[in-house]
């Protein structure tokens, strides 16, 4: 379908809207909040919540209410650290002793609850945060399929450990620990996916944890509260809204957060950590900013490359941390690129989140389509064009994506990480500018190289994979699939995320040792027979 001439026809009017796809009992006036197993009730002030879709009605298109929820004070965040601390209890408590095989038990009973609200946390996606609907489907399936990955890791991690080992005399079992209370904070644009690929982890490990959802995001967690509290120990998961400054801040302040999850911005990363009293305590796991490049060599075939580069710059609107940022071409394919990228973009159905095909949708808010107006407006001051049709034309949370060109060092648009539909073109003529790119960036996540000569592909590979933590030939950037580590280098990340590197995120090796004796023997033949322990155990988990 072709974009309308006013943008604002994008948006529905009230009695346009698929009753199948509006989220039920609109709005919604979230008030519960999740703390020591109970869902308590919050009278203080709320934050509203405004859709990405807007309504029309007549001339004005408006965005949607959808409700609102706690803006929780710094008493309620520290109650609910106060809950998780007394769940850990030193490491005594229920959930950090319990029988890995149990703590198993109960995510897999949060998994099959979860399941239950895929339709009303897809809908939630969509009109939260305007995630179409193929990817809010994609996204609740991959979060609970990663529950589900999550749990066989464990198995086999467990089975690993429930021998013992004997070297120079000594005998011991090593297994990984819990490390107490964590504290996990998700991004906006995979609220429910990129929350849960730390929550899980650090509770099936044996954690305690707080979880604040992100800014934008939030309601979707709603219908999952019951199953928290219901499938684990009073304590154990807790959620805190609101403000990061008023909630987030005195909880890292307190330095009662032993391990900080946490993917966003470096900016709010830093202030976290910085505000924890002992900062060798704290254990961080960080997925940060991205300018991820693609280096189109002179060589590549461009029906792929053009095709890889669109989803992997637009996918979501190009809110992603893992998108194509800048696109690097050499000169002598620029014009060709340009072309096919063009015409490509305009082959993208622009619509709302359900809308079948719809590939473009409107951000969050009407703030982030106000930040790529401004890095638009850089470029073209300092001599970049926009070369395809209504690129960065906005109406209300809509605009339209901008293919930019030829962008140059010491505009925004070279440097800053847009996360939005602006697609940075920059011709080169020796390979070693956008070699020189990926040096000086801040950022160290991943690459995307297209060309067909293995040796110019090795050549720049082996200094790329030194600058980043993933090189990816002929294919966009992307996170997945979920057993691959996932990290990055410089402001991109701290700590590596798959599922079985986040099993080993949230915990630390520890072991119980013994110089190989009659008394030693016998002492843990009785404790391992009689399975008086929970750590030293032979089980093994089928
Ligand atoms: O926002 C960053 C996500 O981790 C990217 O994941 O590559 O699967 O979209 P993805």
Not at 255 to 272: E, K, N, Q, T, Y
Request: proline fraction near 7%; charge should be negative.
């Amino acid at each position: 379908m072709p974009l309308p001439e006013r943008l604002e026809e994008l948006f529905p009017r009230e009695t346009d809207l698929p009753a199948e796809h509006v989220p039920a009992d609109l709005p919604l006036e979230q008030r519960e909040y999740l703390v020591d197993g109970a869902l308590r009730r919050w009278d203080g002030p709320l934050q509203e919540v405004l859709s990405p879709v807007c309504l029309r009605e007549g001339d004005r298109v408006t965005p949607r209410r959808l409700g609102a929820y706690p803006l929780l004070d710094r008493g309620e965040a520290m109650a609910a650290l106060a809950a998780a601390r007394r769940a850990w209890d030193e490491g005594r408590g229920r959930w950090p002793t319990l029988p890995v095989a149990a703590r198993i038990e109960h995510v897999e009973r949060f998994a099959l609850r979860m399941a239950e609200h895929r339709d009303e946390v897809v809908r939630l996606l969509m009109w939260e945060i305007g995630k179409t609907l193929p990817d809010a489907r994609k996204e609740f399936d991959r979060t609970v399929d990663y529950l589900r990955d999550t749990v066989d890791a464990l198995k086999d991690l467990d089975r690993v450990s429930s021998r013992f080992l004997v070297e120079d005399g000594i005998f011991a079992q090593v297994r990984r620990a819990p490390l107490g209370a964590v504290l996990c904070m998700g991004p906006y644009n995979y609220p429910l996916n990129e929350t849960f690929t730390t929550l899980i982890p650090a509770l099936i490990m044996g954690n305690c944890v707080v979880f604040k959802p992100p800014r934008l995001g939030v309601l979707l967690h709603r219908p999952l509260l019951e199953a928290f509290r219901d499938c684990f120990p009073p304590g154990v998961v807790n959620t805190v809204y609101g403000d990061g400054r008023e909630v987030a801040g005195p909880l890292m302040a307190s330095g009662g957060v032993d391990a900080l999850a946490f993917i966003g911005s470096s900016r709010v990363a830093d202030l976290l950590k910085g505000q924890h009293p002992r900062p060798h305590r704290l254990r961080s796991v960080l997925g940060l900013e991205a300018k991820n490049a693609a280096v189109v060599l002179a060589d590549a075939d461009l029906e792929l490359a053009a095709a890889e580069c669109l989803l992997g710059a637009l996918s979501f609107n190009g809110q992603r941390c893992t998108a194509l940022k800048i696109l690097f071409v050499h000169a002598s394919r620029a014009d060709e690129l340009l072309e096919r990228l063009a015409a490509g973009i305009d082959g993208l159905r622009a619509g709302m989140p359900w809308e079948d095909g719809a590939r473009l949708t409107p951000l969050p808010e009407r703030a982030a389509v106000d930040f790529q107006a401004s890095l638009l407006a850089d470029a073209r001051e300092k001599g970049a064009a926009v070369v395809n049709a209504r690129g960065g034309e906005d109406a209300a949370t809509y605009i339209h994506p901008a293919l930019v060109h030829p962008v140059a060092d010491g505009m925004r648009l070279y440097a800053e990480e847009q996360f939005g539909p602006l697609v940075p073109v920059l011709p080169f003529t020796d390979e070693s500018e956008p070699v020189r790119f990926v040096v000086e960036s801040s950022y160290g996540q991943q690459v995307s190289l297209f060309g067909d000569d293995p040796e110019r592909m090795a050549r720049l590979v082996d200094p790329l994979v030194n600058q980043v933590c993933r090189v990816n030939l002929n294919s966009q950037c992307q996170r997945g699939p979920d057993t691959f580590p996932f990290t990055g280098r410089k402001d991109s990340a701290e700590g590596t995320l798959s599922v079985s590197d986040a099993l080993r995120v949230f915990s630390i090796r520890t072991l119980v040792a013994a110089k190989s004796n009659d008394l030693n023997k016998a002492i843990i033949t009785d404790i391992t027979r009689e399975r008086k322990s929970n750590w030293l155990s032979t089980d093994f988990i089928l």
